[in-house]
């Protein structure tokens, strides 16, 4: 299909239009969940969660909480009608514990009240019978014990072994990356409202309900086709509204069927960060072999990942991992390995990136490590290695690199951010300021675009024109904050050549669009964008035959603009052609599909075309680091991303702004620490740090790449942007490290992420290299 076919100018899309929500934002009107007027009789749910990392559950003993004023009952894995499961891939990962809890936030059982803080305090009264066992909370740990949750993934390419064997040069190292908590505003909330025969309806705040209706219904023992999953908004999601939301809407809903009452359910924000899933920290293990100018022969890197106690979304996340190790530049000979390590602690999930920065972290770490170790520039040492020539264009997991803009953008950010000019003046800086430390890094990005599961690569979209030219508009995506329901209403706007205003944005709903992939992996507006593109393509073109028999003319005469529909020197207005078309007996509602083309994947081979195209960016972060105290700052950012033509650049910068924060707090700030017993304790703002608005770089400057229409046929040739930017976040660690490298010429030891504490170890080595 010509996307670009009877659109005579673009009026709409590629326009920068506010978010749709953005004044009741800023207002306070915008509603979500807990805004919505409860029913009579509403009950109010808690979890009890376990106390301890591990043990054996003997029971429970909830006649304290029973007692309570209020308290309407407590629901456990025994009275679950249906199935007991929440898994979004594998059987077997329960909504309640059965006989074994296996993480400090394990949810055990759910109390109902007539108000939350009743609820609250009668979970904390439920005395639990729980025999405590030994946990295992370190990643090298689990890995010394085989203790998987997964069998290992491999991608395979070449012959590590000779191409070492025959390097000029061996470089190895190990690099901790840390974890990240969502820390959406909204915490994880569901309303469970029963209606007849066993029907439920569940507003949840959640970035996959056709996950949540599934679950539901089978928790509850019933068909999918009794249960409504529906979504107008959430206060962020970031990937932590994925696979955990089942959790928190099937115990709603549970609550709801037994008491024939209507269910709400929210987390407080301790509940939310103990009891659901985090990105995955790993621990990256990596050998390379080079030449003398820092090309990348061979490397060999095993990764262990912190699954927690079950797989959720590690298998995916791993693959993520594995398809992007090699980030810009062409390894010939590769050997990624990813373990997937059991430990006591809550399940990681998915999060903005899925696995593809933990990746990209990695192998900037290497080209880093081999720029310092060979004494090279390490964007020579990047550039020596991009994706570019005839014989460096194929990935190690087999997919060719079409389209390549590496050189393009990097040279233009270099060029844009004065690079030679600074890396002068910052290293005359560092010459005379033992104490504030400066540094300064490039680092570029290719970021693969779809769904690691091909199947999940497709979309469905609902469009309806009514008899006054309105129309409605209905698709499988969820607004989280990112912009994607105005992004698809221009869409469709366009198409017909309305204003935007005449095109109403409708909650997310699974009565009305089924089956729905997960709004995740960058592809809202690929897919919902293209689906609701097909379907008001199909209602224009039954339109333009009624509009040409009207004006007795030939159809591609016909053209719309400006909410009328033309035929040489006369036009009526789209309302007035779609009174026409009804008048016919012409549908004017069509339900459009898409499923993106190309791409393949073999889970066994790990080989294939997993992604329909790649986005660039690239980034110069400049920093101040104090060695007396190991603080940091970003005094500068200069950005260059990839969008293709934009549908809405006025959102994609706000998107590649807020991911480069993201990004940047995940390096330097954002830290999970559990204690010996498997306890977290970064449980809030008081000590869990997310960047804040002091944080940003004072000067942030921020472009989107002219003039780079995709060559892939998606949605107007636009791009995606969700992920792609919060891995050039990883510019500012890099920046931390050439900070600390001017201190001696060495590698600097700089884990991720780079707190003052991490920063002051890797000052102290680097001191102690010197004999300071």
């Known amino acids: 299909m010509n996307i670009d076919a009877k659109i005579v100018q673009r009026s709409i899309v590629g326009k920068g239009i506010a978010h749709d929500s953005a004044a009741r934002h800023v207002a306070g009107e915008a509603n979500y969940i807990d805004d919505m007027p409860e029913l009579p009789g509403t009950l109010h749910a808690a979890f009890v969660l376990s106390p301890v990392a591990h043990g054996k559950l003997n029971g429970f003993d909830a006649s304290e909480a029973l007692a309570i004023d209020g308290v309407a009952g407590i629901w456990a894995a025994k009275d679950v009608p249906g199935h007991n499961e929440v898994g979004p891939i594998l059987h077997g990962e329960t909504l309640f514990a059965e006989d074994i809890v296996d993480h400090e936030g394990r949810v055990i059982a759910v109390v109902a009240a007539r108000d939350f803080e009743t609820a609250y305090r009668a979970a904390k009264k439920v005395k639990l019978d729980i025999e405590t066992l030994e946990p295992v909370l370190d990643i090298e740990e689990a890995h010394r014990r085989k203790s998987y949750v997964l069998p290992p993934q491999e991608v395979i390419e070449g012959d590590v072994e000779t191409a070492l064997a025959g390097a000029p040069h061996v470089i190895s190292g190990k690099l901790h990356i840390g974890g990240q908590d969502h820390f959406y505003l909204e915490t994880h909330i569901a309303y469970a409202i029963p209606g007849e025969n066993g029907e439920m309806l569940v507003h949840s705040s959640t970035q996959h309900p056709t996950e949540v209706q599934h679950h539901v219904a089978g928790i509850l023992g019933i068909h999918a086709n009794a249960v409504e999953c529906q979504v107008r908004r959430m206060g962020g999601g970031f990937g932590g509204k994925e696979s955990q939301p089942t959790i928190i809407a099937g115990a709603a809903a549970l609550v709801a069927a037994k008491t024939g009452k209507p269910c709400k359910m929210r987390l407080k924000r301790r509940d939310d960060m103990v009891a659901t899933g985090k ?260 209602i224009k073109a039954r339109m333009t035959r009624v509009a040409a028999e009207h004006f007795d003319v030939e159809e591609d005469v016909i053209i719309y603009r400006e909410g009328r529909v033309h035929a040489d020197n006369r036009s009526v207005s789209f309302g007035e052609l779609a009174k026409m078309a009804w008048a016919k007996r012409i549908q004017l509602s069509e339900a459009g599909h898409y499923a993106t083309p190309k791409i393949h994947w073999d889970g066994k081979t790990m080989k294939g075309r997993p992604f329909f195209y790649f986005s660039y960016g690239a980034a110069v972060a400049e920093v101040a680091v104090d060695t007396l105290t190991g603080e940091t700052r970003c005094l500068r950012a200069d950005i260059l991303q990839d969008v293709g033509s934009p549908l809405n650049p006025a959102i994609d910068l706000g998107q590649i702004e807020g991911a480069f924060v993201q990004g940047m707090g995940w390096v ?86 780079a707190t003052p504490e991490a920063v002051l170890r890797a000052v102290r080595h680097a001191k102690g290299v010197i004999g300071v």
């Open 279 to 538: 990105r995955h920290d790993y621990i990256a293990n990596w050998k390379a072999g080079v030449d003398n100018r820092g090309r990348i022969l061979c490397l060999d890197v095993e990764y262990l990942a912190r699954a927690g106690n079950l797989p959720d979304l590690t298998g995916p996340v791993i693959t993520r991992t594995l398809t992007h190790t090699d980030n810009s530049y062409f390894i010939p000979n590769a050997r990624f390995i990813g373990h997937a390590c059991k430990t006591n602690t809550v399940s990681n999930t998915a999060f903005r990136g899925f696995g593809g920065p933990q990746g990209i972290i990695t192998i900037e770490a290497v080209i880093d490590t081999i720029a310092r170790e060979l004494k090279l520039d390490p964007n020579a040492v990047r550039t020596v290695n991009y994706y570019g020539d005839k014989t460096g264009d194929m990935t190690p997991y087999g997919q060719q690199v079409e389209d390549n803009r590496l050189v393009e953008v990097t040279d233009a950010v270099l060029g844009s951010a004065e690079w030679d000019y600074r890396r002068a003046e910052i290293d005359a800086h560092n010459a005379a300021n033992p104490v504030i430390r400066r540094g300064l890094a490039m680092m570029p990005i290719k970021f693969g675009i779809s769904f690691n599961l091909t199947s999940l690569n497709q979309a469905g979209a609902l469009v309806h024109v009514y008899l006054d030219g309105s129309i409605f508009l209905n698709h499988g995506g969820t607004e989280m904050g990112q912009g994607l329901f105005v992004k698809v209403a221009q869409v469709v706007a366009e198409v017909f050549q309305v204003e935007l205003d005449m095109v109403r944005i409708s909650s997310t709903a699974t009565g009305k669009v089924p089956n729905t992939s997960a709004t995740a992996a960058s592809t809202g507006s690929d897919l919902n964008g293209m689906a609701a593109f097909k379907a008001a393509t199909a």
């Open 668 to 753: 330097t700030c954002e830290e999970l620490w559990w204690d010996k017993s498997g306890r977290l304790r970064t449980v809030g703002p008081s000590t869990y740090k997310i960047p804040g608005s002091r944080d940003v770089p004072p000067e942030f400057n921020v472009r989107i790449l002219d003039n780079m229409p995709n060559r892939e046929e998606t949605v107007f040739r636009s791009k995606a942007i969700g992920e792609p930017p919060l891995m050039l976040g990883i510019s500012v660690w890099l920046a931390i490290r050439d900070a600390i490298a001017s201190i001696h010429s060495g590698v600097p030891q700089l884990d991720s992420p």
